[in-house]
């Protein structure tokens, strides 16, 4: 069973920035078959695909909205994947959340994920 563990959402300023980090551990995770992603959930909203990712590496894939402004990265030796989020708008407002799959392809919808972790609030006032 693997665990996910996100960190470092709170509180900015319209404008400024973040860095969510999400621990990965347990089962049997293999950096050669997963895909790793970033949802969010604002309230009364559908998930939404945020970022996603290839844990082995390659093309990002990034939802319309926060394109040139979030990056997500990935350190494999710490097992733990990051949404640096610059630029924050008060619609960036939601909880976060990171998800994983086995599977070499990247997928935007939420269902598809198997894996999920427990999402930490994000809060941008203007």
């Known amino acids: 069973q693997v665990q996910l563990v996100e960190s470092g959402g709170g509180s900015a300023q319209a404008g400024g920035s973040l860095r969510l980090s999400c621990a990965v551990s347990?089962?049997?995770?293999?950096?050669?078959?997963?895909?790793m992603a970033w949802f969010r959930q604002a309230p009364g909203k559908e998930r939404e695909f945020v970022a996603g990712?290839?844990?082995?590496?390659?093309?990002?894939y990034y939802g319309d909205s926060v394109k040139g402004r979030f990056t997500i990265s990935r350190d494999n030796a710490k097992k733990t994947l990051f949404l640096q989020m610059i630029s924050l708008k008060p619609e960036d407002t939601a909880v976060y959340y990171c998800?994983?799959?086995?599977?070499?392809?990247?997928?935007?919808?939420?269902?598809?994920?198997?894996?999920w972790g427990q999402g930490t609030q994000v809060t941008v006032s203007s």
């Open positions: 347990g089962g049997t995770f293999d950096s050669y078959s997963h895909n």
């Open positions: 990712v290839l844990w082995s590496g390659g093309q990002e």
């Open positions: 998800a994983a799959r086995q599977s070499r392809n990247v997928a935007m919808t939420p269902p598809l994920y198997m894996y």
